[in-house]
């Protein structure tokens, strides 16, 4: 991120940085600029001396609005434009300590994972060379095996036969004749070698021994349950006392190459610098998505009868916002740099019946905007891979071209908006219904039908979906 004299790249001004979440996200502008320069922040802090760096908290956020207006997904594209582990979690599933549930820790020991697949994917793919060299090797030994070496009896071994040999290691092996076999070998492995990569012996059938990847032990039956206090993970450690189990399987050459590759790229992995480089990464680049947030609120702050567990769990969240140290498998993560951007739509509870540490944890507050007509219409065909390119893309497997017309598009936000407005409002996951309704005909008959070419027109739009829009009854059953 930053450049050997210290200075900032020009690669993630906060102007770039909403440019690039305006190709798949529609309006929001606020909510864009307060990420923005949050991510822009971290790469200035990085830029700086170590003792002032390390002093420079991250300013969390806290999105406010309804379901659907796009919170999670700006965090999500976030994330994915930084290289960054990103964790999405749902306030609700955690509970207060003691209780039956997930503990907030595993916050952390989630996103630590994700990093550690992060780093693990980064690593096999810079030692794909080496490994597929290993690989084809390994597989040549299988093709050509070679051939077993002759040893005659040694000193030793005669006193106790008499001083004789065996009338097979009186034989004394000419060494001219085993550098010519040995030459000779070499050139079958060479023409071997460079038929496999020319691709002649790809449908050939081999046995070979590969991992076997399935595991007998299992200490826990609940994901994160074998992961103790201290980090430990009892079907790890047990798994590295008991010996790796091979089995046999018979497949073409290409495949076998391909499991052959993947297994010496494992092996060429130095698993102490992944650990390593993973820690550091969630630490300093981690974003943690906190969803439902406002599930978790007492309203009005009062904190009786069985809503004294939801204020618990904002409780064991605060330390972790604040920062603190959290036990993986890996080592310790600090929890300080990590990004928490919160979300809820707040629709029963207000920001301010949020505990008053945790409030002041999440100082930047954003407020999304409900989806009007206009943003509708943008969501449906402007983003990359919008929902309308996405049917367009579907139906054309089927040698049909589907097309929208512009009122179309228009009528579907319009009635789209309608259903928000008067039912409960899930903002542009309304159209997915809506989307599903309106070609549910067209995508069951189009494989049988002989049209080039089929247009959505507002009238179609009309026909299809005002009476579910109407229809009171049908739509308690719908989105």
Do not use: W
Not at 48 to 69: A, D, Q
Not at 72 to 97: D, G, H, Q, W, Y
Not at 337 to 353: C, N, Q, R, T
């Amino acid at each position: 991120m930053t450049t050997a004299n210290n200075q900032l790249t020009p690669e993630l001004t906060p102007a770039k940085i909403i440019e690039h979440l305006n190709r798949y996200i529609v309006g929001q502008d606020k909510a864009k600029r307060s990420v923005a320069i949050a991510l822009r922040n971290r790469i200035r802090r990085r830029a700086l001396p170590p003792e002032i760096s390390r002093e420079i908290m991250p300013k969390n956020i806290l999105m406010v609005g309804p379901t659907g207006v796009g919170k999670t997904e700006i965090a999500r594209r976030l994330a994915t434009l930084s290289n960054a582990p990103f964790v999405k979690v749902e306030a609700t599933k955690f509970t207060e300590v003691g209780y039956v549930g997930r503990d907030v820790e595993t916050i952390i020991r989630d996103l630590t994972e994700f990093a550690v697949s992060m780093v693990r994917k980064k690593m096999i793919e810079e030692v794909q060379k080496p490994a597929l060299e290993r690989a084809e090797q390994k597989l040549l030994d299988v093709l050509l095996p070679r051939p077993e070496k002759k040893f005659s009896m040694p000193d030793f071994m005669k006193a106790f036969t008499g001083g004789k040999d065996d009338e097979d290691d009186n034989k004394q092996e000419d060494p001219q004749e085993s550098a010519l076999e040995e030459e000779k070998n070499a050139r079958t492995r060479k023409r071997f070698l460079k038929m496999m990569r020319e691709g002649k012996l790809d449908t050939r059938e081999v046995e070979i021994e590969i991992n076997d990847s399935t595991s007998p032990i299992s200490v826990f039956g609940s994901p994160g349950m074998d992961i103790m206090g201290m980090g430990i993970n009892i079907n790890e450690m047990l798994g590295g006392i008991m010996p790796k189990k091979t089995k046999k399987r018979s497949m073409t050459v290409k495949e076998a190459l391909r499991i052959l590759q993947q297994e010496e790229a494992e092996k060429l992995i130095d698993s102490d610098a992944m650990a390593k480089e993973a820690l550091d990464l969630a630490q300093e680049d981690g974003i943690v998505f906190l969803d439902e947030i406002d599930k978790v609120v007492v309203k009005g702050g009062s904190s009786h009868g069985p809503d004294v567990s939801r204020e618990g769990v904002q409780r064991d969240l605060l330390p972790i916002v604040e920062g603190s140290v959290v036990q993986t498998r890996y080592g310790p993560v600090k929890t300080d740099h990590i990004l928490f951007i919160a979300a809820g739509a707040f629709s029963g509870v207000k920001p301010s019946d949020l505990i008053p540490e945790l409030q002041g944890r999440f100082p930047i507050r954003v407020e999304l905007e409900p989806l009007s007509i206009e943003h509708l219409q943008q969501i449906l065909t402007e983003p990359e891979n919008s929902l309308i390119r996405q049917y367009e893309a579907l139906i054309s497997t089927e040698g049909t071209e589907l097309t929208f017309t512009e009122e179309a598009t228009q009528e579907i936000a319009r009635l789209a908006h309608k259903m928000n407005s008067e039912m409960e409002d899930i903002g542009a996951r309304r159209l997915h219904t809506m989307m599903e309704q309106l070609l549910e005909e067209i995508s069951f008959n189009v494989s049988d039908m002989d049209e080039e070419k089929i247009e959505i027109t507002a009238e179609m739009v009309k026909e299809k979906l005002c009476g579910l829009v109407e229809n009171r009854d049908i739509r308690r059953y719908l989105l």
